[in-house]
């Protein structure tokens, strides 16, 4: 279930199965784990499945809650605040991410912050970049960064280097986008992080157009397709792929990418 994609399907049959073995043992904190991950998955599979998807992830967290499992609670609330974020509901996310931050760091130990921990922060980046307050995303995202790289967490390096591309892209500071972005694939490449390809990716190959710098779109592309085949949750991180590709001059491709994105929504 944690690993299906791009095998999404087998993997919903999984945490379906998962669901009722943990129901049948009683097991409650796998039974909200269960939830959220097939409401994570249906919402995946077909965006016009969001709303039940969510609700569906949802209910995993009245669980867990209803409950008072806190770490149950803390990784779901984490999750689905991206969702909200994706969905727009800032206010939302923000009203669920920010006491979870708060709670987290009056136990956090600043020099050897916990993965947890940093994914919640990184939730909050995403949160401030999709809701266009990029000043504050870049600050956040900045002190994520200096986290992550403390402690090496590479995830958090690569998926905060992603968005730190994306915002100096959005301000005209191509050659930091394109420092941000060629690093941020780096990493991608060392850990399996297909999902983060597309928007480093994008970025990267954006970044050279804009700076006047020739470019071989061959291996970029390549990376764009397959983020794009692990079908990922992020849609923000496919934001700029079909202005990449008319960057470079593939219509065609873009074309087919947009008329995907379309039919989705």
Same mark, same amino acid.
């Given at each position: 279930v944690y690993f299906g994609l791009p095998l999404v399907d087998q993997a919903a049959r999984a945490a379906e199965?998962? #669901?009722?073995?943990?129901?049948?043992?009683?097991? /409650?904190? &796998? %039974?909200?784990?269960?939830y959220y991950m097939l +409401?994570?998955?249906?919402? /995946?599979?077909? +965006? *016009?499945?969001?709303?039940?998807?969510?609700?569906? $992830?949802? *209910? +995993?967290?009245?669980? &867990?809650?209803?409950?008072?499992?806190?770490? $149950? /609670?803390?990784?779901?609330?984490? +999750? %689905?605040?991206?969702?909200?974020?994706?969905?727009? #509901?800032?206010?939302?996310?923000? *009203?669920? %991410?920010?006491?979870?931050l708060q709670a987290m760091e009056e136990s956090e130990d600043p020099a050897r912050p916990g993965d947890l921990y940093l994914s919640a922060r990184w939730v909050k980046d995403v949160l401030l970049y999709a809701a266009d307050e990029l000043d504050a995303a870049l600050a956040h995202a900045g002190e994520t960064l200096a986290m992550g790289e403390r402690v090496q967490n590479r995830t958090i390096c690569c998926v905060s280097r992603a968005i730190t591309a994306q915002i100096h892209c959005l301000r005209g500071e191509y050659a930091l986008a394109k420092e941000f972005a060629d690093r941020s694939l780096v990493i991608g490449e060392e850990i399996g992080n297909v999902n983060v390809f597309p928007a480093a990716a994008s970025m990267a190959l954006i970044a050279r157009v804009e700076l006047g710098e020739a470019v071989e779109p061959g291996y970029y592309v390549d990376c764009i397709e397959k983020g794009l085949a692990a079908a990922g949750f992020m849609q923000l991180n496919v934001r700029f792929v079909t202005e990449a590709l008319l960057a470079v001059g593939d219509v065609a491709r873009a074309e087919r990418h947009a008329e995907a994105l379309h039919g989705v929504v």
């Open positions: 199965r998962g #669901r009722e073995l943990a129901e049948y043992f009683h097991d /409650t904190e &796998a %039974i909200a784990a269960f +409401g994570v998955m249906t919402m /995946t599979r077909d +965006g *016009r499945e969001f709303a039940r998807g969510l609700e569906i $992830a949802e *209910r +995993g967290l009245e669980l &867990a809650e209803k409950k008072g499992l806190r770490l $149950a /609670t803390a990784r779901i609330v984490r +999750g %689905i605040c991206i969702n909200y974020a994706v969905d727009g #509901r800032f206010e939302q996310a923000r *009203r669920r %991410i920010e006491p979870l």
